[in-house]
């Protein structure tokens, strides 16, 4: 068996769970068996991105794990961080606009 984590935040509250998984299990894999889906019903857990220590992992179905690993389920983003970005420089320019 291989030991790793699955980690996730929510807004509200962190979860790390440990468990071991036979050798091969894919990372999607590793993460349904954590139950972690349980304990947030309303995370879509076959769309979230998966990483590995911080590092966004492209294929989660086909990479296996290894031990040690902590996985780490990322929460969809809400804004696009380049648009928010764009409109708080936008909002920026016109109040220095105003103040002129």
Not at 64 to 82: C, H, N, S, T, W
């Amino acid at each position: 068996m291989v030991e790793i984590e699955v980690v996730f935040a929510a807004e509200d509250r962190q979860v790390l769970l440990a468990l071991a998984v036979p050798p091969g299990t894919s990372l999607r894999a590793a993460v349904q068996a954590s139950g972690i889906a349980a304990q947030f019903p309303l995370l879509a857990l076959a769309e979230c991105p998966l990483g590995i220590f911080g590092k966004v992992i492209a294929d989660p179905e086909v990479r296996a794990v290894q031990a040690g690993d902590r996985i780490e389920v990322y929460r969809p983003l809400l804004a696009d961080p380049k648009e928010v970005r764009r409109l708080r420089a936008a909002k920026a320019a016109m109040s220095r606009k105003q103040d002129s």
